[in-house]
């Protein structure tokens, strides 16, 4: 695949879509995700942002110490600290590359930077430069590109390619760009300067207006050979570009793009679905591609048409993007090798025995009420345990709920809190209502609930109920979930996570980073 028609995917879920409100993710979790990226054959993986806390450091470096197939990358603001940092945390990687940025437009550069067009240019010269001489794959990103005066545009960005940055991004920033306008942008910039066919050009563009993927590929029509994106389009605000549907856009219309990806698009919806279950955001069921809707129909007039000749109104293989693939199916009968084996096969290594243990424990228990486990249920179980483990001031010992026709439900909870068991009950207006009212009984946590939604792992009425909880407190909002076959015990867990969460001191907060 020559460079004119490779298409470099770059994937951000694990730092700007960590910075949805609420997806912080621990060090393992970003691991597994890594490493599911890694079987899709993403090109580069933006870990995290190095300076931003000592625990981004740690899950860069811990992701650039395990991954091998794929190029990993840190941000870095343009300045020295921020690089140095990132360096730091890419030493190990098989193959790295610092991605560094400096605002470009006119009312950042005033108001933001306070720095005169003159500086913004040695600034970014002086920063591509101290990253060069740390990684040889340097990155640099014109924040908020989509409100800068093209000619400056032009000109920071010869100074950047000059100094050795390799790829250029031009990130639409708070999502304005449109289609036409955002391609000839890319198009003009190219054509203009000089050293343009020294770097790879990138786009990385927000999903405010619902044009992230669009604008994407109008880019790419244009000359951009690096798109930006993330597992299930997840990001700030309302999100990024999705990976998945820049991939299946670009491979379903190869006779109109001429490009392609290196991507195993097998692996697409394990990690939709995995990056779901970590974050706690459920896809929507009419999301293109990974939405549970995205392969079915209801008319009959597209179903008599699909038994005839699939083709008459489906562009895409459900298969393709791995719809029932590596569905393997383990139940009670299943030795802990098989598990461990399947722990394996999808990525995931716990960290101990003691963790294996207790995740082949809650294995058997969910073989003993569900009669097929699928990779969906290994994953919310893995999870699950390792919430249990990490972030254990409050743990749920035992919930009886009563709710019938006519009567007020009630709950009564057993709560563990640092060793020691409490107990409350509470009436509510359905069973869950009265389990969090129970459990705010002993812990008053002055919490505010701003979401709560539930959805099924797995098809059929036996399957696993996934609770999304979004708790916010003084400003800080996390999202929790739990699993379990009993969609009130699942609740519970996923409040109780919540409750973890904020309980956690190391959760940070990003320095501002909308940009790139």
Same mark, same amino acid.
């Given at each position: ?9 770059f994937d ?7 910075q949805?409100?609420g ?5 393992e979790?970003?691991l ?6 890694e ?6 993986i ?11 450091f ?13 190029? $990993?990358?840190?941000? /870095? #603001?343009?300045v020295?600290?921020? !690089?140095?940092?990132? =360096? *730091?945390?890419?030493? +190990?990687a098989n ?6 940025f ?9 108001y ?16 591509v430069?101290r ?20 000619d ?11 100094a ?13 760009a ?11 910039l ?10 790879i050009f990138?786009v ?14 109008a880019? $790419?029509?244009?000359? /951009? #050979?690096q798109?930006?994106?993330? !597992?299930?389009?997840l =990001? *700030?605000?309302a999100? +990024?570009?999705?990976?998945?549907e820049?991939?299946m ?18 692996e ?7 990056v ?6 459920p ?5 293109a ?7 079915a ?9 699909v ?17 029932n693939?590596?569905r393997?199916v ?15 096969e999808?990525?995931?290594?716990l ?10 424990h ?28 990490e972030?254990e ?16 439900p009630?709950a009564?909870?057993?709560?563990n809190i640092?060793g ?16 969090f009212k129970a ?12 979401l709560y939604?539930v ?7 036996d ?26 015990t699942?609740?519970?867990?996923a409040?109780?996570?919540a ?11 990003h ?6």
């Amino acid at each position: 695949m020559s460079a004119d028609n490779k298409l470099i995917i770059f994937d951000t879920t694990l730092r700007d879509g960590e910075q949805s409100p609420g997806a912080s993710m621990t060090q393992e979790e970003k691991l597994r995700i890594a490493k599911a990226l890694e079987r899709m054959r993403v090109d580069v993986i933006e870990a995290g942002f190095a300076i931003a806390s000592q625990g981004d450091f740690e899950s860069v470096k811990a992701v650039a110490d395990t991954i091998k197939d794929s190029r $990993v990358c840190s941000l /870095a #603001r343009a300045v020295d600290a921020d !690089i140095d940092r990132a =360096g *730091e945390a890419l030493q +190990n990687a098989n193959a790295a590359r610092i991605h560094t940025f400096l605002a470009t437009s006119p009312i950042h550069m005033e108001y933001k930077l306070r720095l005169s067009p003159d500086q913004v240019v040695e600034q970014a010269v002086r920063a591509v430069k101290r990253a060069r001489n740390l990684c040889d794959d340097v990155e640099f990103s014109c924040e908020d590109a989509g409100r800068s005066e093209l000619d400056f545009l032009c000109r920071v960005i010869e100074a950047a390619i000059a100094a050795g940055a390799s790829t250029i991004n031009i990130p639409d920033t708070v999502g304005y760009a449109v289609p036409q306008q955002y391609g000839d942008t890319i198009r003009q910039l190219i054509e203009r300067i000089p050293n343009s066919d020294q770097a790879i050009f990138s786009v990385h563009c927000h999903n405010d207006l619902g044009l992230a993927v669009a604008n994407s590929l109008a880019a $790419v029509t244009q000359g /951009a #050979r690096q798109v930006e994106c993330t !597992i299930n389009g997840l =990001g *700030e605000r309302a999100g +990024n570009a999705s990976l998945e549907e820049i991939v299946m856009a670009v491979r379903t219309r190869s006779d109109f793009f001429n490009i392609e990806t290196n991507i195993n698009t097998l692996e697409i919806v394990p990690a939709s679905r995995l990056v779901s279950s970590i974050t706690g955001f459920p896809v929507q069921p009419n999301k293109a591609i990974v939405g549970a809707n995205a392969f079915a129909h209801e008319s009959g007039i597209h179903q008599d048409g699909v038994i005839k000749y699939r083709e008459t109104y489906e562009i895409m293989k459900a298969e393709d993007v791995g719809w029932n693939a590596n569905r393997m199916v383990l139940g009670k009968h299943s030795g802990r090798n098989a598990f461990r084996a399947r722990l394996d096969e999808l990525g995931i290594n716990l960290k101990s025995e003691q963790e294996l243990n207790a995740a082949f424990h809650r294995f058997k228990e969910l073989a003993d009420k569900k009669h097929e486990i699928f990779d969906e249920d290994i994953q919310a179980l893995v999870s699950d345990t390792q919430q249990a483990t990490e972030n254990e001031q409050y743990s749920l010992v035992s919930l009886s709920v009563c709710s019938q026709t006519g009567e007020t439900p009630n709950a009564s909870v057993v709560l563990n809190i640092g060793g020691e068991e409490q107990r409350s009950e509470s009436p509510g207006a359905g069973p869950v209502d009265a389990t969090f009212k129970a459990i705010e009984r002993i812990v008053n946590s002055g919490t505010s609930l701003e979401l709560y939604n539930v959805s099924a792992i797995t098809s059929g009425t036996d399957s696993q109920g996934e609770v999304t909880v979004r708790l916010e407190k003084g400003g800080r909002i996390v999202n929790g979930h739990g699993a379990d076959i009993d969609i009130v015990t699942a609740s519970a867990k996923a409040y109780l996570n919540a409750l973890n969460l904020l309980s956690v001191e190391h959760r940070k907060a990003h320095p501002q980073t909308a940009g790139v």
